[in-house]
């Protein structure tokens, strides 16, 4: 289990949920926890938190499935969200998912073959006055243009070989 | 420059946020010693007095709402943040939460007050993560100088606030849908009545308001409910409004502007005018949930009741302009998906009839449109709005119904030509 | 009362009744899905839209949502309301597959219906479609999720109303998909309730998939014979095969739902082994000639040997009219020696709940009301199953539940536990009564003071128990305590699971007789010679199995009646084949008095399934159908007497021959059915117990009854029979400690009835002194009586 999260981390959250009277209320931390550390959450990351939390697997599982930022299956070490609303769109969003794609050699959904990034639509990501707008894991990037975003996936490729 | 006067904004500086000895020294939480100075009631009515109405989109009198909470009932009772801001062309809380968290947090902790509730939750969307760790630092720094806590100020009061973060999903900014988010249940919404004043998080009490509408308060407080009337330029309106503008414009930048300020002026003075000196044809008006207007509103007055006398809405007032070049069909289709995404599933003229929605506007635009797709699109709106569970898919109508009042010439271009006369 | 207009007609209806119900009550059905009386609105579906034209509310709105109110005027065929019924079916519709014709819930569609009801007709959408992957929900259901309205009613059966935890909704927008998390065999004792509580073909039955077209089936609304609460069920025939059960409604009892034991507990009908044709001296004869073998031979016993050498044996699961025929039988005789179940301790239960329950009597429907259910020696899933949703429902609404046993229970909802060995729960009953509690240890007190406050303060609380752990003294104490508790303002009441579907009503046509035990001794002392069987087999449930084998080996005429092969029927010197409830019309009497009436479904015969094997239709053929031989009990019975042979006509003899039964003749099936009044007989006292010193290495042995492998007709359901689990003994923690047992172990159960393997389970919630062994049918625990308590030996079994 300890690759899904630091055992200090169930702990804390063992003892959180012991101590409140409505620990489903954790349900959504503990499901970002384990992404965040395990970068998608597993089959065994919805037993982890039903255990973690004593609520039953259906219950954690019908909110993994329902928000769109809990993936459910394995993705890329970076996950790219572009945004398709309105205002990126109106300032062509179109052509910056054409560029991430080409560039990166996958559609929207896939992983690229090294594993470093998953491609997702996303909607609205609240940059509306810097579209066009992405965000890579959490961090949002607006004003795109094809060389911003090759910068960008520049830095990312950089990082990703540091951490490794 | 911005020539009228900043209340929300007035520390913004770019790229910073504003810290509590700062805050404090611009008069910051002066609003809630006055507040802990009065009754909780007192405090109730100098809101409703102020005439401030919430800034969440649906513009609901903020004291009125708070007068219909049992603020008496003993046992628990929860005070409620809204920061899920997800509707296209909303991103006015995040700025503000950027610039100058502690507005909302003494905002909080006033409302706490009249309320007589002791637990907040500041829900925030997933998005917003650099929001979340400012607002965590802000309530730190109140907690640590006794804004928050135990016995708040020296009085018997507590308070404490936490941040949720949320993991997507537009749904969630219905405040019964995030009531079931907060507490960790399916986010569909739930039914009303009861309403959450009556029945809300974990079946308590719960008053549940927008961040700016929260972040005015203490500045009601400290100025009184006058100052506040007149911050508007509409007499029959109250306070500035936040407008973040996007689309075709220029200068794509949230503003802090008066209330009842024209159309024009925000398109052309803060907008900067229209990209490439295009022609204006249309905008959002306040979000993604609001029907379009056109060059002949140019000159209304941006507020609540002027922009519903022509069947559209402020909503959060996040401007979003189109060119004279761009097509209204690929405009609605393009907000149609976003609904039909985010709808959670529970009933069925939004799970399918918005799905129904985006295929017509997408036959429609892709040329193989027919009279009878038009027909049909007429039969969704008719059937959507007003008889879906939750306001979701009643917003979703917004576009598509001023789509076919106001460009269903367009449309039937499309027809005609078999194909997009747009590109 | 609110008085309401719809579609120009006046309705009055019960303050909270919603419009949707207010319409139907006109007999105005408008198309809904997410609507069900038993899951109470949501308002998910959008289907059920009216016109509010007066009145508090306007416009259309969601008929279900809306409580119906004073002065309201409501149309239901205004354009408007009909134009979003129009719409709504077809958004419903939009991904639904055009499969209609090899679908499994053809016929009986209720999307079909509404879809033709709400006016949809053509598909205008011409779009992909969304699809999903199946998953394999165990032996009972099948899942086809491309059929999905996205109604919810599922996951609101299975979770919200029946407590399951294993079935779910997951996804969003239009890609909502309800399942398990993992495929597996669905968990919950009630999974059957989704095939019924699912308009459409998602969710089926899977036992029954390619059987029949449901217009095909052979359907009669019955009473489920599968335990003692008298469930009301529909089940469906065909060429000869009891194929399916669906749950009846009755809001008095089961409500709308059944659980799995009665709804695929149908194949008991089809055995390969059911004996179908009458037989003397282990050869065929026609049933005439048996009936005369059975009325002569009774007669020259009766001669040699005086009417005492004839015993009568009556049944839990025969109809209420042909055990009444039995005991005119035995009175025709002048026999003294007429009992209603083998059973010693379940007869003499029955008996003192007969007599003592009067004015207690409740109903499923009491407990789904009740504020505080106390749970004393019964476990409603293996003895009662829909008891457990019912004290779910109370439970849901806010009731306590207090379970007092030695088990560890299992119920849908949480409960506040107080283990104790079996032979303390008349103790405790009599404490809670007298309100002293000073023989319990101090960690007893803590929940027992907990319950007298209850007690004292709860507004319609209910004492339940079971036949077989609480016994005649527990019984005893239970309705005494029921008494002394009782207040006029605030009457308690009372509820005891009884064996079989008719153990009341036998407990009532019982007088002051012994019980089988006392038969038996006279059997073996050669006082009796002649036995007769009612649907009941003393070789297997008999309290002393081996005394009862030695004894009954040395009657001189052993007369079986019964639809199912008992070793009774297999031994019997004279054997008449008798037809299953489901093949006949008459009643039963539940748990709590309540008689009621079914019908017969199908006439019995081979099933075809049996006689083509495989091949249909068969090849040979003959005048009369094969094994078409079984006659209703009641008929049999009163052949044997000579009497009056039609139903009505028993019924009335009935009423009018004792004043309890006056309300027979009015029962009808698909009602409520009707309380028997006055009481039961109490059995004579019962034999003074020998001192029993238990070997000092010897454990306590509890045998109970299982939710699977207890029940013979049950057992006899090949589908019920493949989910029977192996033998195993349960037992707590620290006991397992002691004997250096683990989960999971082999172990070599020792008693005085033999050896037997069984796996060992451990659970913190069973009482530490007792070990529970299930009875299980087939198997080397099948003489576990439930009730009996033996003294056993526990070895674990070293694996090789
Ligand atoms: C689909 C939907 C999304 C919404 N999203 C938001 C939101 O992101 N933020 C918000 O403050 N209110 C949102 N609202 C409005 C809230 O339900 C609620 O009215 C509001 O938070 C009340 O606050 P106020 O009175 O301060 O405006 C949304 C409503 C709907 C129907
Ligand atoms: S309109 Fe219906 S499906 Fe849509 S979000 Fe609201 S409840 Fe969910
Ligand atoms: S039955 Fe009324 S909304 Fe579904």
Redesign the interface.
């Known amino acids: 289990m300890n690759d899904l999260l630091p055992q200090n981390q169930i702990d804390s959250f063992k003892a959180k949920a012991t101590a409140m009277?409505?620990?489903?209320?954790?349900?959504?931390?503990v499901?970002?926890a384990i992404q965040s550390h395990h970068n998608w959450v597993p089959?065994a990351g919805?037993t982890l938190t039903a255990e973690v939390l004593g609520?039953?697997?259906?219950?954690v599982?019908?909110?993994a499935?329902?928000?769109?930022?809990?993936f459910r299956r394995p993705v890329g070490r970076r996950v790219i969200h572009v945004c398709?609303?309105?205002?990126c769109?109106?300032?062509g969003a179109e052509m910056i998912t054409e560029h991430l794609q080409k560039t990166l050699g996958i559609n929207l959904g896939q992983t690229t073959a090294d594993g470093n990034f998953t491609l997702l639509p996303?909607?609205?990501?609240?940059?509306?006055?810097?579209?066009p707008a992405m965000?890579i894991g959490?961090?949002?990037y607006g004003h795109l243009t094809p060389e911003k975003i090759d910068a960008l996936l520049q830095k990312e490729r950089a990082a990703i070989a540091a951490d490794d | 420059m911005n020539p009228y006067p900043q209340v929300l904004f007035k520390n913004r500086r770019p790229g910073e946020t504003i810290l509590l000895p700062e805050y404090e020294k611009t008069g910051g939480y002066l609003g809630l010693r006055a507040a802990l100075k009065m009754s909780p009631e007192e405090v109730c009515n100098l809101v409703k007095g102020s005439g401030l109405r919430g800034r969440g989109g649906a513009g609901f009198p903020t004291g009125l709402k708070w007068s219909f909470f049992p603020a008496d009932q003993p046992g628990d009772k929860y005070l409620v943040c809204n920061g899920d801001e997800m509707e296209p062309g909303t991103y006015k809380d995040c700025q503000l939460l950027l610039a100058d968290p502690h507005q909302l947090v003494e905002g909080m902790a006033i409302a706490a007050y009249a309320l007589q509730t002791s637990v907040g939750y500041i829900f925030l969307r997933y998005a917003y993560e650099e929001c979340s760790q400012r607002v965590e630092r802000a309530i730190a720094e109140a907690t640590a100088a006794g804004y928050l806590g135990r016995h708040i100020l020296g009085t018997g009061f507590d308070v404490e606030l936490h941040v949720h973060r949320s993991a997507g999903r537009y749904i969630l900014g219905e405040e019964t849908a995030l009531l079931n988010g907060l507490e960790g249940r399916r986010p569909n919404p739930r039914s009303k009545p009861p309403f959450p004043a009556q029945r809300g998080l974990f079946s308590r009490p719960t008053n549940v308001n927008n961040v700016e509408t929260l972040a005015n308060v203490p500045h009601i407080l400290t100025h009184g409910k006058l100052w506040f009337q007149e911050l508007a330029l509409n007499v029959e309106s109250a306070g500035t409004k936040l407008f973040g503008l996007s689309g075709h414009l220029n200068c794509n930048e949230c503003f802090e502007l008066p209330l009842g300020i024209t159309l024009r002026e925000v398109v052309e003075d803060f907008g900067g005018g229209v990209r490439g000196g295009k022609k204006f044809k249309a905008c959002l008006p306040g979000g993604a949930s609001t029907p379009y207007l056109t060059a002949e509103h140019l000159d209304l007055m941006m507020d609540f009741d002027p922009l519903e006398e022509v069947e559209s809405r402020l909503g959060t007032a996040g401007v979003t302009v189109f060119d004279e070049n761009t097509c209204m069909v690929a405009v609605t289709r393009n907000l149609n998906q976003f609904f039909a995404r985010e709808s959670c599933g529970w009933c069925t003229p939004c799970r399918d009839g918005l799905a129904t929605i985006s295929w017509l506007l997408d036959q429609i635009e892709n040329g193989q449109g027919t009279e009878d797709h038009l027909a049909m699109l007429h039969g969704q709106v008719r059937n959507i709005k007003g008889r879906s569970f939750c306001a979701l898919a009643e917003g979703a109508m917004g576009p598509v119904e001023a789509l076919l009042r106001l460009f269903e010439d367009e449309i039937k271009d499309h027809i005609r030509k078999g194909c997009c006369p747009f590109v | 009362m609110p008085k309401l207009i719809i579609d120009n007609l006046e309705v009055t209806v019960p303050e909270g009744t919603n419009v949707l119900e207010a319409a139907r009550k006109l007999d105005i059905v408008i198309p809904h899905f997410c609507y069900h009386k038993a899951l109470g609105a949501v308002g998910s579906c959008r289907l059920c839209a009216m016109m509010f034209l007066e009145g508090p509310v306007s416009g259309v709105q969601m008929a279900c949502m809306i409580p119906a109110q004073d002065g309201m005027v409501i149309a239901t065929n205004d354009p408007e309301a009909v134009e979003l019924r129009e719409h709504v079916i077809e958004w419903a519709m939009t991904n639904h597959p055009h499969d209609c014709p090899v679908c499994d819930e053809g016929g009986e569609c209720q999307l079909q219906e509404m879809t033709v009801a709400g006016g949809h007709a053509v598909r205008r959408y011409t779009g992909p479609k969304c699809t999903f992957t199946n998953q394999d929900l165990g032996p009972f259901v099948q899942q086809e999720m491309n059929r999905c309205i996205t109604c919810y009613r599922c996951v609101r059966t299975y979770r919200d109303y029946c407590g399951g935890e294993d079935y779910g909704v997951f996804g969003s927008r239009n890609r909502v998909f309800f399942g398990r998390v993992e495929e597996g065999p669905l968990e919950s004792f009630f999974a059957g309730n989704i095939i019924d509580a699912c308009p459409t073909g998602v969710l089926t039955n899977k036992p029954f998939r390619f059987k029949s077209r449901s217009w095909d089936l052979q359907e009669a609304p019955s009473i489920c014979p599968h335990c003692s609460l008298g469930c009301a069920v529909i089940p469906g025939g065909r060429y000869r095969e009891l194929q399916r059960i669906r749950a009846g409604v009755n809001e008095t009892t089961n409500g709308f739902f059944i659980c799995d034991r009665g709804r695929f507990g149908y194949d008991h009908v089809n055995h390969p082994e059911r004996p179908r044709e009458p037989r003397i001296d282990g050869q065929p004869a026609s049933m005439a000639e048996t009936l005369a073998a059975v009325r002569t031979r009774v007669q020259d016993l009766v001669q040699k040997h005086g009417p005492a050498a004839v015993a009568f044996l009556g049944s839990s699961r025969a109809s209420f009219e042909a055990n009444a025929l039995l005991r005119e039988w035995a009175t025709q005789v002048g026999s003294p020696h007429l009992v209603f179940e083998a059973h010693q301790g379940r007869d003499r239960a029955a008996r003192v709940l007969a007599a003592r329950l009067g004015e207690h009597a409740r109903s499923l429907e009491d407990v789904r009301q009740s504020d505080l259910i106390v749970l004393c020696g019964a476990d409603p899933l293996a003895e009662g199953p829909m008891l457990a949703l019912a004290i779910r429902q109370a439970a849901r609404n806010g009731a306590q539940v207090v379970v007092i046993d030695p088990r560890s229970v299992k119920l849908p909802c949480s409960a506040t536990r107080l283990p104790l060995a079996s032979g303390r729960l008349p103790e405790v009953l009599k404490a809670l009564s007298q309100k002293d509690l000073s023989a319990f240890s101090r960690q007893e007190r803590s929940v027992l003071d907990g319950l007298a406050a209850q007690l004292e303060s709860a507004r319609q609380p209910i004492l339940i128990g079971a036949a077989d752990l609480l016994a005649e003294a527990g019984v005893t104490a239970l309705c005494a305590a029921a008494t002394k508790l009782s207040t006029p303002e605030r009457p308690v009441g009372a509820m005891v699971l009884l064996s079989g579907p008719n153990s009341y009503g036998g407990a009532m046509l019982t007088g002051a007789a012994d019980d089988f035990d006392t038969v038996l001794d006279a059997i073996q002392e050669g006082r009796i010679h002649a036995l007769v069987c009612l649907s009941s087999d003393p070789f297997r449930e008999a309290m002393a199995p081996a005394r009862a084998q030695a004894a009954l080996g040395h009657l001189e005429l052993l007369v079986t009646i019964d639809s199912t092969p008992t070793l009774a029927a297999q031994r019997a010197d004279i054997f008449l084949p008798a037809r299953a409830s489901a093949e006949m019309a008459g009643s039963y009497v539940n748990n709590e008095g309540r008689m009621q009436a079914f019908l017969p479904v199908l006439n019995p015969g081979l099933p075809i399934s049996q006689t083509g094997a495989g091949n249909h239709p068969p090849r040979e053929f003959f005048l009369q159908t094969p094994g078409s031989e079984p006659e209703e009990d009641w008929l049999i019975l009163a052949q044997l007497l000579e009497s009056a042979s039609d139903l009505a006509t028993i019924r009335q003899r009935l009423a009018s021959s004792d004043q309890r039964f006056t309300e027979l003749p009015a029962i009808a099936p698909e009602t409520p059915g009707i309380r028997m009044s006055g009481s039961g007989q109490l059995p004579p006292a019962p034999p003074s117990e020998l001192p029993h010193c238990t070997p000092s290495d010897t454990l306590t042995l509890l045998a109970v009854s299982a939710p699977l492998g207890s029940h013979w007709l049950a057992h006899l359901s090949a589908p019920l029979a493949a989910q029977e689990p192996q033998p195993y003994v349960c037992l707590h923690p620290e006991q397992a400690k002691e004997l250096g047992l683990n989960a999971g172990d082999r172990a070599r159960l020792i008693t005085h009835l033999g050896h037997c393997h069984v796996v060992v389970k451990i659970d913190e919630m069973m009482v530490s002194g007792q070990v529970m062994a299930p009875q299980l049918m087939n198997t080397a625990l099948e003489g576990m009586l439930p009730g009996s308590v033996l003294d056993c030996r526990l070895e674990r079994e070293v694996q090789v």
């Open positions: 009277a409505h620990p489903h209320e954790l349900i959504v931390d499901l970002r089959d919805v609520v039953s697997p259906v219950e599982e019908g909110i499935t329902f928000y769109d930022k809990i398709d609303s309105v205002c769109w109106s300032l996303t909607c609205c990501l609240g940059a509306c006055g810097d579209a965000m959490l961090t949002t």
